[in-house]
Each structure stands twice: as C-alpha cells, then as structure tokens.
C-alpha cells in the first residue's frame, strides 16, 4: 500500500537503471520506516536485454531472460503502471488507471527517471506499420513466431518468386543489437529449414542493412573486419553505407535504390524519447534529459535522471555516456548514494565510471569484443561473452535456468514450435447483468460501446439527483463523446435488463475516425443531435422548476 507519512523515492521505469537504483536505495535505507521506496513499471518484470537475441533462436527459453521485479526489488511498493505525465511543480506522477476509473496521482518527494526509449521507427516511411522491433520479450516472441510461420508457408507455396520474398530476412541496423539479433535468425532460419522438405536452403536470404562503412562502429576497425568477415561466411548478405528508405508489407526499399523483396524487416536503427519525458520543462539533448555531474536534472533539484533517457557526460572524456546496460547500471547505484546525501543532507558525487570494454555475439558459437583493452574474436571470445553475461543475471534461479537451456541446446535439437499469440483484442465482447454501471460520469474515456442485446438507460448527475436522459436498446452505442472530444464521460450508463456489448478501445477509434471520413462524419452529426437534445432537455427542465 501507498503510505502518506513517509518521505517518499519514487523511482519511474523498472528496467536496468531503475532496478539498480531501487537495490542500492533499499540497502542504503534498508530499516529506515521513514523512507518508501516505491517504482513504477508498465510490467512486473525486468528483461535481460543482452540475450534476448537467443530467445529468437530459441537457444534459450522464453520466460528464462526475464524476472519479477518483485523478486530483485523485494524492499520497494511496486505498482505496475503505466506512467502518464510527470508534473515537476507539483511534485507528482500520474498513471493509467487499471481497474479503477480514477487515475492514481503519487505525490513524491524525490523523484528519478529512467524511463529509457523507445524505437526510432517514425523516421522511415512504412516501418511504424509493417517493420519488427527487437525490444523486449514480445518483440523476441513475435519474430521467432514470424520466422517460423513464413518457413511453414514456404513449405506449400508452389509461386517461386513468393516463396523467395517469404525467404529473404532483412535486418536494419548493424550496431550490437542488429548484429547480435541477424545472426540468431540466420542460425535459426538455415538450421530449422532442413526440416522442411520443400525449402531449399539456397534460397534463404538474410540481409544486414546498415548506414556506415562497417557494421559493430564502437568496435576497433580490425574486429569491425572479423565481424563482417564471419557473418558473410555464414550467408549473411552486408548492404553497407546504406539505409532503409521505404518498408511495405512486401518489399523493402533502400536509399541505393535497391528493393528487396522481403516480407520480414527487422529494425534497431536508433531510439526516440519517450513521450512522457519529451513533454517535461527541462532541458533536453536530442531527447534526452540534460543532467549535471551528480545525475541530477538541475532545473528541479531532487529529481534525477539515468539510463537510456538521460543525457549524461563521461567524466574523463566529456562526451555522452553511451546508452548501454554496463552504463545504467552505475548510473543506477550513483544516483541512489547521491539521494542518500540528500536525505542526510551531505554533498552529493559526481558519476565516474570506466567501461570495461564492450562485446557482441556472432552466433554458433562466436563473438567478438575488446575486454579490458585486450582484443578477443572467435570461440574464446563467445566463452567469454557467455561468462560474462551469466555472471551478470540477476540471481542464482536464473542462471541456472539459462545454464540448462545452454545444455539442452548442445544435446537437443532446436525447438521450432509455433507459439500462437494474438495481439491483444481491440475489439472486445463484455457481458453485464441488469443493474450494473457500463460507464460512469465524470470518468476518463477509453471505450466505446455498442450494444447487441439488451436495454441500458443514460443517466446525467443534476442538482436534483439524477435524470435518465435516455434508453437505448441494440444498433445503439454510446461512449463516443468523452474519446472524440478527449474529455471525462458526460453521462453514466446503467444496464436495465442483462446486456452484451461490443467494445471498441480508444486507440482503434480514434484510428478509425481520423481515417474514415464517412464513419467521422456520422459520429459529429450524431453528436450534435445528442448535444441538441441534451440543451433541449435542460431549457425544458428549468422550465418546469420555474412553473413549480
Ligand atoms: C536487444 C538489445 C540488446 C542489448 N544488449 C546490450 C548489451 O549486450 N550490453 C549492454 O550494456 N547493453 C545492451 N543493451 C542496451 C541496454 O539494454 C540499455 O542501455 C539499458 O537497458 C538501458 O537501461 P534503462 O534503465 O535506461 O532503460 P530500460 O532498460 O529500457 O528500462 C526502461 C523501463 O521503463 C519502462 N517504461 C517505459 N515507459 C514507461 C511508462 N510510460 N510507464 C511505465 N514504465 C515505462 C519500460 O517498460 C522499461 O522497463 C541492449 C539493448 C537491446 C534492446
């Protein structure tokens, strides 16, 4: 439960600096019962990001990458959220609103961001629409799901140009992520083939698209060479010093006016600010937020950014800090000792940190890296890799989930099971029993309903106590004020009799409205004609006080 009397740390996004920040808090205040720790996270677990690459592949299992937060987090009030808007001046936070209609406002006393980013696909032409992400745990199971559904059409399409466009991978973005996540879907796509007899293996295709000279840039030159040298051994075509211009559902098109017939596009080319971030007084850096040397947003003392959506300096070379996991990790324990000091109210320190050196898998067991300045390439250095990313798993239970899974995968063959997982419903059915409320006054909209069977009365609050202002029966729907106009529910809908309705989420509405003219059209109009009616009704009921 959420405690008023104590000073609170509210700590936005669950992810790697989030995490890091809440254990270095909960061990530095552990036993403090005048201090909260609470976080928010739009999940209730925390994806280890450097191996999800092996979840597509299926070298390692779905669930074994993430964890609950609540198991690494175990001294923090966790709200699984989704965080809305940040007032600064107010010093609070409010989110969606989950079951209950109201939104949740969380007052603060010291607050930190690490909110993280989200995917840069607005700036190419069809990818928002037809491209994949390579995220988070979703993002992995769609791929894998993808991958392995166009194998099974590949099976049975007699058309050889289709077949070939269902074969051909695209991945843009040669930076680790793209690199690591392009050589588990070739491992994966030229491994599983073999066990579909009308697949030639001849036709897979799988393509790294990537804008500069030479793919892994943060690497030295030489294992930049090993890299490319590898994957290109292994039928990975390299398109360098070219973007993605165009996406459709059937080709991809590159700036060197090249198109690949494809049905697969992947993409890791770049992050946008996240939204809510975006919209705060502060000052930003190509989105992210400036901080000064002890993490801290220095327009809003007491408020502290870290991680991917923070812009922060390198101590020793006075350029940004790289937004990688190594980094927000540190930055996570730096910024809960300098709330520490804040609360004793000592000097806070500046954030230094030296990386280790950075790595990238290349998958069958290679990778390359540059560890403590030594220069590592080939199996040795996917040892390494392997090592070094076990020992960074958060708990015991995980790395022996993610060792076994290691195991199985050399003594087993590789699973290609399809796992079916819809998107989620933006069209859902509800059923509601006589005498329930479907929506309530004064609530926020985000659902539109249209009634199949049943009888639903609309009530309006007034001074009196309540009016039915309306009956409706099925054909009729309601709900489309509060999403059009983007405003609290003006009336409370109650059942009469037991009723089954369809209902549309705000997203899908609001699609379809901005899109189709005619729908738009019959919803203004009937707008109006219900507005009309509620003046109407009003001017008739004042009358009738003045008459009594
Ligand atoms: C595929 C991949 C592989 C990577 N491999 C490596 C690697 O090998 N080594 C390395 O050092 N780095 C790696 N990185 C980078 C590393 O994962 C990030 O730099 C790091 O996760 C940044 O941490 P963060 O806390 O700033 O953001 P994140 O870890 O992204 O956390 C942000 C959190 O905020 C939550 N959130 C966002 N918006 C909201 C909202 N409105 N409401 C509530 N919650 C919200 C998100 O759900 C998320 O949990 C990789 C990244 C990817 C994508």
């Not at 994949?132 to 992995?140: I, Q, R, S, V």
């Not at 800090?321 to 004793?344: F, K």
């Not at 989420?505 to 009309?532: I, K, S």
């Amino acid at each position: 439960m959420w405690s008023t009397a104590r000073k609170r740390i509210l700590v936005l996004g669950g992810g790697c600096g989030g995490i890091s920040t809440v254990r270095a808090l909960h061990k530095a205040l552990h036993g403090r019962t005048d201090i909260e720790i609470a976080l928010v996270n739009q999940e209730n677990s925390v994806v280890f990001q450097p191996m999800l690459a092996e979840v597509i592949s299926g070298t390692i299992g779905l669930l074994t990458t993430v964890t609950p937060i609540r198991d690494v987090c175990p001294g923090a009030t966790l709200s699984v959220r989704t965080v809305e808007r940040i007032d600064l001046d107010n010093k609070v936070v409010i989110t969606s609103h989950g079951f209950r209609p109201e939104q949740p406002v969380l007052p603060y006393d010291y607050l930190v961001l690490a909110l993280g980013t989200l995917d840069n696909f607005g700036a190419v032409r069809g990818l928002q629409e037809h491209g994949l992400h390579c995220k988070n745990l979703g993002d992995a199971l769609v791929l894998r799901n993808r991958l392995i559904h166009l194998l099974e059409e590949a099976d049975i399409e007699q058309d050889a140009a289709l077949r070939r466009r269902m074969l051909t991978f695209v991945m843009a973005g040669g930076g680790f992520s793209g690199v690591e996540a392009i050589a588990e879907v070739n491992d994966f796509v030229r491994d599983v083939a073999r066990r579909y007899p009308h697949v030639d293996p001849a036709e897979l295709r799988v393509i790294l698209v990537h804008a500069g000279p030479r793919i892994l840039p943060e690497l030295p030159a030489s294992l930049s060479r090993y890299a490319q040298t590898m994957l290109t051994r292994r039928k990975v075509e390299m398109r360098l010093q070219t973007r993605l211009a165009a996406v459709t559902a059937d080709e991809a098109h590159l700036t060197d006016g090249s198109v690949l017939p494809t049905k697969t596009v992947i993409a890791t080319i770049g992050a946008t600010p996240n939204p809510v971030l975006l919209a705060l007084p502060c000052q930003q850096e190509r989105g992210r937020l400036v901080v000064n040397a002890a993490l801290e947003v220095p327009e809003y003392p007491g408020v502290w950014a870290l991680g991917d959506c923070a812009h922060i300096l390198d101590h020793k070379t006075g350029q940004p800090c790289p937004p990688t996991a190594q980094y927000a990790v540190r930055e996570g324990t730096r910024v809960a000792r300098n709330i520490v000091a804040a609360i004793e109210g000592t000097a806070p320190r500046p954030f230094a940190f030296s990386d280790w050196g950075m790595m990238s898998a290349l998958g069958h067991r290679a990778a390359v890296g540059q560890v403590l300045g030594i220069r590592v390439s080939g199996w040795p250095a996917w040892v390494l890799w392997r090592a070094v990313y076990w020992s960074k798993l958060p708990g015991v239970t995980r790395q022996c989930r993610i060792a076994l899974d290691w195991l199985c995968r050399v003594l087993l063959p590789r699973d290609y099971a399809q796992l079916n997982v819809a998107p989620s419903e933006r069209i859902t059915r509800a059923h509601f029993e006589a005498g329930e409320v479907i929506m309530r006054q004064g609530d926020p909209g985000d659902l539109m309903d249209v009634m199949i069977d049943g009888e639903v009365e609309v009530v309006q609050q007034a001074e009196g106590g309540e009016r039915v202002v309306a009956t409706l029966t099925r054909g009729a729907w309601f709900g489309e004020i509060a999403l059009f106009n983007e405003e609290p529910r003006s009336a409370t809908v109650r059942t009469r009799t037991s009723v089954n309705v369809l209902s549309v989420d705000r997203r899908t509405f609001q699609t379809l409205v901005a899109h189709l003219a005619p729908l738009r059209d019959a919803f203004e109009r009937l707008m109006q004609h219900r507005e009309a009616a509620d003046q109407a009704r009003c001017q008739q009921h004042e009358q009738e006080q003045v008459v009594f």
